[in-house]
């Protein structure tokens, strides 16, 4: 499972929408077209994208904290509190999570679990101070006692960093690491799910790029992003079931640097992939149709 925050089908737009600016491949090259608003199903070679509801039947706009609480939880966070809510869980979420959330779920039934996003020491500091603003899946970790990866498993080959190629950590965090290739970044990734019964890797800089809209490294990333899903996609073994899933839009419209109220993006591939395109209607039917595999 690939969670990538911030991504909806939004409209079919060159300027504002970066699937269409940049011209997807992970789309176009695999299905033949870019979704859009009008356009929001897509299949080919037993892939599919579909759209997932982020808003729940709850008014406003939604928000991190809600919306993958329900996706990791299977509950529908917003209604639960009354409002959408992010960018980390309400704190009334956080037993909810606990209790609730997809790597717990698998760890009752003995299966092999891995997160593959490896996290800086800076991060490992912040969690021991006691400080507890922590997104839904490192909390879910945290909770569960899965275990989060470091550098040295960058370096070991085990583990891979949010933003898919090492840039952020070594131009920007000082750490000696090679930029690698997207397509060895997704090959790596691969590796690891085939280990396991079910594997997460996070993606979130979309989010941020969405937010901040800057333009050199929204296209440099988007390049990245794209060409790691389409090797995922293209070169996916044969014993390996791929979702990918958002918990809102954002990145998909660059006019507004805010969330936007379009559908968040599913994409499947693999042995069920029909399986998730039809079932998975909104965030909260995700972790249930991922269980109902095991």
């Known amino acids: 499972m690939i969670f990538i925050d911030g991504i909806g089908i939004g409209k079919a737009d060159k300027i504002n929408n970066p699937f269409f600016r940049y011209n997807f491949k992970t789309f176009s090259s695999v299905f033949g077209t870019i979704p859009h608003l009008g356009k929001q199903y897509l299949e080919s070679n037993n892939s599919f994208v579909f759209p997932v509801d982020p808003l729940l039947g709850v008014e406003g706009i939604p928000q991190s904290g809600t919306g993958q609480t329900s996706i990791f939880c299977g509950i529908n966070a917003p209604k639960l509190i009354g409002k959408h809510f992010g960018p980390y869980p309400y704190s009334t979420l956080v037993t909810e999570i606990e209790e609730k959330n997809l790597f717990k779920e698998f760890l009752k039934k003995k299966k092999n679990v891995a997160f593959a996003n490896a996290y800086p020491q800076v991060f490992f500091d912040y969690v021991n101070s ?140 693999g042995k069920n992939a029909k399986f998730f395109s039809e079932k998975i209607k909104s965030l909260v039917d995700i972790k249930k149709t991922i269980m109902e595999l095991y």
């Open 130 to 269: 006691g400080r507890k603003r922590l997104s839904v899946t490192t909390l879910s970790c945290l909770l569960s006692g899965v275990r989060l990866n470091r550098i040295v498993d960058l370096h070991r080959g085990k583990a891979l960093s949010a933003e898919i190629d090492n840039e952020r950590l070594t131009n920007r965090l000082g750490y000696k690491l090679p930029i690698i290739q997207p397509q060895t970044a997704a090959k790596r990734l691969l590796r690891i799910a085939e280990e396991n019964h079910f594997t997460l890797f996070e993606i979130f800089h979309t989010d941020h790029l969405g937010h901040g809209r800057n333009i050199e490294m929204l296209e440099y990333f988007s390049r990245v992003l794209d060409e790691f899903l389409f090797t995922i996609i293209t070169r996916l073994p044969k014993s390996v079931n791929l979702l990918v899933c958002s918990d809102h839009g954002n990145y998909e419209d660059l006019s507004i640097k805010m969330h936007t109220m379009n559908p968040a993006v599913g994409i499947s591939s």
